[in-house]
């Protein structure tokens, strides 16, 4: 079919698109005249994606991706908001409402659950895809009603999304509660732990004992390496000769005895040499000698005992060192353990006073974001009662049914021309006989005189 002969069926079926048209549009009006108005109210949201936390002033990042807005969105739709709704506007207690409902479920179900699944079939959310503005949209048959649905529906999500964070932080301080008393037992059972050791041992905290014993450690062990030196000494010069000790050989009184017998011994020989030895000054000579030779072999004697006496006491020292050193050795260890223990309790009690104070900070911390009252929702234009219907839309279904109608009038007038075919120009007769026109006779202006012209004659087309 070409466009010629679809002009000429629409020519030939005119009365058919005509009538459908007509009946389509004019069923449109009547039924949308017919049909309750509905109003729409809006109330628009802005959601600030870039608010700063209200208690440590962070910037929520999570706020930033793309998806939070939609996520509001889901938010507002949820049966949650719309519960609250219902709750606020105390929808539930109307006895009509009571009424439609056991009608619609016979009583089945909560009324509140009813009530707000109605109510979310009404509410439009349209997010901007360029800010972060969103809309409430509610459509009812009063226009009051519909103001006041939006503006709830508003609250009810700035409410829940409230909660949202708050509640999380509710949980936590409560945990932080009970972990915080564990903890402060803890502390406090390392810090009696701690005195109790203190008083069992008299420590303190600063406790400069350890370093006094060290030092005394110290100086005993140089006293025990001189009384060490003094002791090898001392038996060096035991083992030597009595007249070739150095106290012998450098003590005066035994200088002065050698002196004064080495002059009575020559006294004594030169008396040999003039008298005899019965005389009485060779007697009395030789008695001088054998005294001061008494005297010193007493001298030399008293020396050796006295470096005996020495070495004796050298040792005697060297052993009372020994015992001291050892002695102060397992004080120093034993104050050493101590201060290690002491060390150990300390760094018990440091470690719980930190984890009670982390703790404890976090609790306030949680406890101010629990007790917070700000969100980053803030209503930009609350609902006002509409004053136009926003549905139905006379003009907008009218224009529809000019084109449905028509759409639907050229379906009919092919219909009925597939039903009852006629022919309409000389294709027609070539395309459905299979024979050849010779010519077509049309009317013109000589139809009104009842003459027939020919119009055109064209010789027929070969055949196959």
Do not use: C
Not at 414 to 440: K, N, W, Y
């Amino acid at each position: 079919m070409n466009f010629t002969q679809f002009l000429l069926i629409l020519k030939a079926r005119a009365w058919i698109v005509l009538l459908a048209l007509a009946v389509t549009v004019a069923t449109t009006v009547v039924v949308s005249l017919l049909l309750p108005k509905s109003y729409t109210a809006t109330a628009t949201l802005v959601v600030d994606a870039k608010a700063k936390d209200p208690v440590t002033g962070v910037m929520l990042p999570a706020q930033m991706l793309p998806g939070y807005v939609a996520t509001q969105v889901d938010i507002m739709r949820s049966q949650n908001v719309a519960l609250k709704v219902v709750q606020g506007l105390k929808l539930a207690d109307n006895p009509q409402v009571r009424a439609d409902f056991m009608a619609a479920t016979e009583g089945k179900g909560s009324i509140q659950h009813w009530l707000a699944d109605l109510l979310l079939k009404r509410l439009e959310i349209e997010p901007s895809r360029e800010s972060s503005v969103i809309q409430v949209n509610f459509s009812g048959s009063d226009p009051q009603f519909a103001a006041i649905v939006a503006n709830a529906f508003a609250q009810a999500y700035i409410q829940t999304n409230l909660d949202l964070k708050v509640e999380p932080a509710r949980q936590t301080t409560a945990w932080y509660e009970t972990k915080i008393a564990a903890l402060r037992t803890n502390l406090e059972e390392a810090q009696a732990r701690l005195s109790r050791y203190q008083r069992e041992h008299g420590l303190v905290a600063s406790d400069e004992r350890l370093d006094v014993e060290t030092a005394r450690l110290a100086e005993l062990s140089s006293q025990l390496v001189a009384a060490q030196s003094a002791t090898y000494d001392s038996l060096s010069r035991q083992k030597q000769s009595g007249e070739s000790l150095p106290d012998v050989m450098n003590s005066p009184v035994v200088a002065g005895l050698r002196a004064d017998l080495a002059r009575a011994e020559s006294k004594l020989s030169e008396l040999a040499e003039k008298v005899g030895t019965n005389h009485p000054q060779y007697q009395s000579a030789s008695a001088e000698v054998e005294s001061l030779r008494a005297k010193l072999n007493n001298e030399i004697g008293t020396a050796a005992r006295g470096v005996s006496a020495t070495a004796r006491a050298a040792m005697q020292r060297e052993g009372d060192l020994r015992s001291s050193l050892a002695a102060q050795r397992a004080k120093v260890l034993q104050l050493k353990k101590q201060r290690d223990d002491l060390t150990v309790l300390l760094r018990d009690v440091e470690n719980a006073q930190r984890a009670y104070d982390t703790a404890l900070q976090r609790y306030t911390q949680t406890s101010l974001e629990a007790e917070n009252t700000q969100t980053d929702i803030a209503i930009l234009n609350p609902a006002v009662p509409p004053t136009e219907p926003s549905s139905p839309k006379i003009v907008l279904n009218t224009i529809l049914a000019v084109f449905l109608g028509g759409l639907l009038g050229i379906g009919l007038a092919f219909l009925m021309e597939m039903v009852d075919r006629r022919v309409r120009s000389g294709e027609d007769i070539a395309t459905m006989l299979g024979i050849p026109v010779l010519g077509e006779l049309g009317r013109d202006r000589t139809k009104r005189r009842g003459l027939l012209a020919v119009t055109r004659f064209k010789p027929a087309p070969a055949s196959p």
